[in-house]
């Protein structure tokens, strides 16, 4: 019997891939230039994932929001972020209906399936906090009723890199409930060549490619490939090797763990394979790791000194040998 590493790769109606790549080629001509970002977006929403997206304004963050919306013809609703937000202002609220006599519940905007939270770190903690019920569980509770989201469910989340003023940082607790945080960053000379030619004129909308019900057919292929045993140790050492590196007061949680478990098997299914190679692996430690862990020093108060972690997160799995 064939080892998994050595399978074939899927191919045929039987495989999923093909409806993958409509939607990544659906994204590719809102967001021009940047593979990379559009494959660990869809890693995330095959993943059953949320994500965050840390980049300077301009650089297609909304655009990149609703292009996935639009590509999966799901709902999509955008909530900006302020100091003066309140969760009710994203979850909703009970209001007293006369004419029946007694309280309706009003849903906020974060019942969609594509969920924008623009500048997410703008908010108090206690409005961000009303994101968590929502992100975990996929409901709300509202006057201590439970209020199922739609499926699919996912919540893309912005926050500016460079600019503090005013900002309420998320907590690691907060942190962690995003599978992937990545930076979309510049484009390349010939795609900013495009926008500059598009004027003012709005980006391409992004033509449905997929419905929801093949959305959450696709995830749950995600859910069943499969994770070799020899792939499962490369990927626990890396793991440990966070929790014992001296540049790290806190390394990957538990649930760390199963978040790279998850991400490798949709970056296995994007790529064709009902199996997870090492490359899986080392390909989505830093987008889903690097904002699990803590830097040394962070916990006594010296919060942005010394290596950014998504470095050393990089040089943790180079410093681990994958199986052959």
Not at 79 to 92: K, M, N, R, Y
Not at 103 to 127: C, S, W, Y
Request: with cysteine; glycine share 8%.
């Amino acid at each position: 019997m064939s080892s998994p590493l050595s399978r074939p790769h899927l191919s045929g109606d039987a495989a999923p891939p093909g409806a993958i790549h409509r939607i990544a080629a659906s994204l590719d001509e809102v967001l021009r230039g940047k593979p990379e970002v559009v494959r660990q977006v869809l890693v995330a929403m095959l993943a059953r994932g949320h994500l965050l997206v840390e980049d300077v304004p301009g650089v297609g963050k909304t655009t990149l929001a609703q292009g996935l919306a639009g590509a999966l013809g799901c709902t999509f609703r955008r909530i900006q972020f302020t100091s003066d937000l309140l969760p009710a202002d994203v979850v909703g609220v009970s209001v007293f209906d006369a004419a029946l006599g007694e309280f309706r519940f009003r849903p906020g905007p974060i019942f969609a399936h594509v969920v924008l939270a623009d500048e997410v770190n703008r908010a108090t903690p206690r409005t961000q906090s009303a994101l968590l019920e929502a992100m975990n569980d996929g409901q709300v509770s509202v006057d201590g009723v439970t209020h199922p989201l739609p499926r699919p469910f996912m919540v893309i989340a912005t926050q500016n890199p460079v600019e503090h003023v005013g900002t309420f940082p998320l907590p690691e607790s907060q942190l962690d409930r995003f599978l992937v945080r990545l930076r979309i960053g510049y484009p390349d000379r010939e795609a900013e060549r495009l926008v500059l030619r598009q004027g003012g004129a709005a980006p391409p909308a992004a033509s449905p490619v997929l419905g929801t019900a093949d959305l959450l057919s696709l995830q749950q292929a995600a859910d069943g490939v499969e994770i070799p045993e020899e792939v499962e140790d490369y990927l626990l050492a890396i793991v440990e090797t966070t929790r014992r590196s001296p540049d790290l007061d806190l390394g990957v949680s538990p649930r760390g763990t199963q978040a790279l478990g998850r991400a490798a098997r949709a970056r296995a299914l994007l790529l064709g394979r009902g199996y997870v190679v090492p490359d899986d692996v080392k390909a989505m430690a830093v987008p889903v790791l690097a904002h699990r862990v803590v830097p040394a020093g962070a916990l006594d108060g010296r919060r942005g000194e010394g290596i950014p972690t998504d470095r050393l997160i990089s040089v943790l799995v180079q410093s681990v040998s994958p199986p052959r």
